[in-house]
């Protein structure tokens, strides 16, 4: 099995690692843990003997970080070979991206305890090993001799990292929510550093806040008993390093294990030693890319090793603290914003109430002038809600006449003595007014010289148009120096646009009403002329029918005298086959003449019924069996298929037979040879349920609704090409209706059926 590359697994690792010629063994103790090239005294080989007893896994590397020394034991531990950690042959690419100690200082420790150094740092680090498992590692890293090497000693703890991360999940996700249930900022910043400086056991959690005027502030702080505190301090402007202002801008953490050693300004220094600051963590608080405020941990007792989960759930608490602060800032925001809201509601209230007022006027006026088609009530309505609603003096309603150039007054509704209804203006004596009316604009203005009944007026005109053109106009009147405002015309123009399309809806309505009228007018001698056409035509072709059988009985009679064998002469059989032919179109001509005469019946009035019992199991059967030879010849199929539980019920046998009869006669028009014709009877509760039904044949969707209109006929639908009217299933609907039954029609999956449902009446 391959083992993967560890630089091409690890997501910080190197993308390339150059090839390393295999090394030749040394003694003992080096083996291939070390190139062959170094040469060793004897107190190394004894050293490099003993880091390969230790139960960890050690790796030295130079100030590069390459390899100088591995131990055997880096498989267990590692999970690679030694041979394959040479070819790696670099701490970055096998651990990622390390940040090394800031300060490891240089040691000339002795041979028996050059591993045992105190000048350390205790890290974590992740590592995918040559199977692609995920390991966590806790590694130690120290200066040591010989050769001022750095020394890396690795455990794996990812077994114990895996059961604390749950719990250090859960923990988060608790003070998260502690800190994101309040809305109060001070709050959600006290609970912030309290539950930190709890969690981390820190001496000190604080946070300072950056305003955009370059001041910093402390805001809140917890500390622990024994050491200072600066809660509400100002910190001077130049306490910060502008480097390290921008590594926090750009949301980057500064992890500081010895203050001592750590590059401030002198002023920040000599905060530090005040505050006895030994270690600390800074976490910027960024509100929209920019930097609100600083999250900051102190140790004070002793220098901390702060370890990544540590760093992490500093960083994701400050997220979660920065969504706290906006979401409080957003509250504050919107309680000014309530406070302004309520100031402007209170300014507005008498606006909105007067604005209620006018959208109620106007849907009353509107609901009234809609609700009629009558164009007169229309007007009448407009000009009476007008005066009543703006408490005016006078308003009345002209509607137009452009062909002659009139405008006449219809309608009024006035308080004064002086009438204008039914005033007559030529709109040429007055064109500064009727212009601007034509042209769709309202204009007001006070008479200058006063009338002689009414005395001097304010008035305001307003045109009743639309798409269409103007129709006429309403004309407003009050007392003198009376200023309509501006709702007031808002009002006018609003119920002329409202009575200019209800005027228009009540002409179409006027002319649908003649066009209704002429149709029905025209329907009736439609009527009148088939009823006429009908009976006149029943009278001569009932004579042809019998002088055709009257020829055919003397056709007979001349053959028996002329000739011994008529059966074989060629003049009888073809006097025979003309004779036929007379035959079946008389035969269509009546059957078309009595459908059409019971249609016009049937419209026309509804008949008496004969009522009678029957009983199905005996009289369905007789009335299918006419059609059985036809169902032969077109080598179609037939079945009867009837309930056991048929009652006997009482209906007009002649229009059930009529039923019976135009629905078979219209299966076997249109069921093709081979196919099913089935004749069904049952019982639907209280209703007798009959249904046609013929397979191998179906109706389009779009025909559905046309198939039971008069002298309508689906085009190229008829396989046995025996033409038709088009009135058989318009006179079955008709006579399901006289019965007091439905029908309808279902036609899917390659069959079509219809289906009758008649009423049980009770015997008498």
Request: charged content about 20%; aromatic content about 6%.
């Given at each position: 099995?391959n083992?993967p590359n ?12 150059p090839?390393v ?5 040394l003694?003992?103790g ?5 190139p ?17 007893c230790i139960?960890?896994?050690?790796l ?16 267990q531990v ?21 940040e090394?100690?800031?300060a ?10 050059a ?7 205790t890290?974590?680090a992740?590592l995918f ?16 001799a ?19 991360h ?17 809305l ?10 309290t ?14 806040r950056?305003?955009?005027e ?6 809140t702080?917890t500390?622990?008993?024994g050491?200072a505190?600066i ?5 001077r402007?130049?306490?910060?390093i502008?480097?390290?202002l921008?590594l ?8 500081v ?17 005040r505050?006895?600051?030994?270690s ?7 509100q ?5 405020g ?13 370890q ?7 960083q994701?608490l400050?997220?979660?603290v ?16 309530n ?21 109620e ?11 009629s ?6 007007l ?8 009543i ?11 137009f006449?452009?062909?002659e ?10 308080t004064?003595?002086?009438?204008y ?14 212009d ?5 604009q ?23 148009f ?6 006429g ?12 405002g ?30 209704v ?10 009527d ?6 009908s ?12 002088a ?5 009985l ?13 059966q074989a002469?060629p003049?009888?059989a ?6 036929q032919?007379?035959?079946n179109e008389c ?7 009595n459908?059409?005469l019971?249609?016009?019946?049937l419209?026309?009035?509804?008949p008496?019924?004969?009522r009678?019992?029957?009983l199905?199991q ?8 006419p059609?059985?030879?036809?169902i ?6 037939l ?7 048929l009652p ?9 037979e009529?039923i ?23 019982m639907?509760?209280?209703?007798l ?11 389009p ?8 209109d ?9 396989p ?8 058989g299933?318009a ?5 399901v209706?006289?019965?007091g039954?439905?029908i ?20 008498d």
């Amino acid at each position: 099995m391959n083992q993967p590359n560890p630089a091409s697994q690890h997501p910080n690792a190197a993308k390339a690692v150059p090839p390393v010629t295999a090394t030749v063994p040394l003694a003992v103790g080096q083996s291939f843990f070390q190139p062959a090239e170094v040469v060793q005294t004897d107190w190394e080989a004894l050293y490099y003997s003993t880091l390969s007893c230790i139960s960890e896994a050690i790796l030295l590397t130079d100030e590069t970080g390459s390899f100088t020394f591995i131990s055997p034991n880096v498989q267990q531990v590692l999970g690679y070979t030694p041979q394959a950690l040479w070819q790696i042959n670099n701490i970055g690419r096998l651990l990622g991206k390390l940040e090394l100690p800031e300060a490891l200082p240089q040691t000339n420790a002795s041979h028996a305890n050059a591993s045992q150094t105190n000048a350390s740092q205790t890290i974590e680090a992740e590592l995918f090993d040559a199977e692609g498992h995920r390991r966590i590692l806790q590694v130690r890293i120290q200066r040591v001799a010989p050769n001022n090497s750095i020394l890396f000693s690795c455990s794996d703890i990812t077994h114990q990292h895996l059961q604390q991360h749950p719990e250090r999940e859960q923990l988060l996700a608790s003070i998260a929510q502690r800190i994101r249930q309040s809305l109060d900022l001070d709050d959600i910043l006290q609970t912030t550093v309290t539950e930190i400086q709890q969690l981390l056991k820190a001496d000190r959690v604080l946070i300072c806040r950056i305003s955009s005027e370059g001041t910093r502030e402390i805001t809140t702080e917890t500390v622990v008993g024994g050491y200072a505190s600066i809660c509400k301090q100002q910190l001077r402007a130049d306490t910060f390093i502008p480097a390290h202002l921008r590594l926090y801008e750009a949301g980057q953490i500064r992890v500081v294990r010895d203050v001592e050693q750590d590059n401030m300004t002198p002023n920040l220094a000599e905060l530090m030693q005040r505050l006895d600051v030994k270690s600390k963590v800074v976490v910027p608080i960024l509100q929209q890319d920019l930097l609100w405020g600083l999250l900051i941990v102190h140790q004070c007792q002793y220098h901390r090793d702060w370890q990544p989960w540590e760093v992490s759930l500093l960083q994701q608490l400050a997220t979660n603290v920065a969504i706290a602060i906006q979401q409080s800032e957003l509250y504050q925001q919107v309680r000014r914003l309530n406070a302004d809201l309520e100031r402007q509601v209170r300014k507005h209230t008498a606006q909105l109430q007067l604005a209620f007022e006018f959208e109620e006027t106007l849907k009353r006026i509107t609901d009234r002038v809609r609700d009629s088609l009558d164009e007169g009530q229309i007007l009448q309505t407009a000009v009476r809600e007008l005066t009543i609603g703006l408490g005016i003096a006078s308003c009345n309603a002209a509607l137009f006449n452009l062909d002659e150039g009139t405008s006449t007054v219809y309608y009024e509704y006035t308080t004064l003595k002086d009438s204008y209804q039914g005033r007559v203006s030529q709109m040429s004596l007055f064109p500064e007014l009727y212009d601007q009316l034509l042209s769709g604009q309202y204009f007001q203005f006070c008479s200058i010289t006063p009338n002689p009944a009414r005395g001097p007026t304010s008035m305001l005109a307003c045109p009743i148009f639309d798409d269409r053109g103007v129709l006429g106009d309403l004309w407003l009147i009050n007392q003198p120096y009376y200023v309509f405002g501006e709702q007031d015309v808002r009002l006018v123009q609003q119920v002329a646009n409202q009575c200019a399309i209800a005027i228009r809806q009540a002409r179409l309505y006027q002319a649908a009403q003649a066009q209704v009228t002429e149709l029905e007018r025209l329907n009736q001698l439609k009527d009148d002329f088939l009823s006429t056409v009908s009976h006149e035509l029943r009278t001569p072709v009932s004579n042809i029918k019998m002088a055709t059988q009257m020829l055919d009985l003397t056709i007979q009679q001349l053959e028996a005298l002329l000739s011994p064998e008529p059966q074989a002469s060629p003049i009888r059989a073809k006097a025979a086959s003309y004779l036929q032919i007379l035959k079946n179109e008389c035969a269509r001509e009546i059957n078309l003449i009595n459908d059409l005469l019971d249609l016009q019946r049937l419209e026309m009035q509804s008949p008496q019924q004969a009522r009678e019992s029957i009983l199905l199991q005996s009289w369905l059967p007789q009335r299918v069996e006419p059609f059985r030879d036809r169902i032969q010849k077109q080598q179609q199929c037939l079945k009867v298929q009837l309930a056991s539980d048929l009652p006997q019920f009482v209906s007009d046998a002649s229009d059930l037979e009529r039923i019976v009869a135009e629905l078979l006669n219209n299966a076997c028009k249109y069921t093709p040879s081979g196919e099913t014709i089935t004749i069904s009877a049952s019982m639907q509760a209280t209703w007798l349920q009959l249904q046609v039904r013929n397979s191998g044949v179906e109706i389009p969707d779009a025909e559905m609704s046309r198939i039971f209109d008069k002298f309508y006929r689906i085009p190229s639908c008829d396989p046995w090409k025996q033409g038709g009217t088009g009135l058989g299933l318009a006179l079955v609907q008709k006579l399901v209706c006289q019965l007091g039954g439905s029908i309808a029609a279902q036609s899917e999956n390659g069959y079509t059926q219809f289906t009758v449902k008649l009423p049980l009446l009770p015997l008498d």
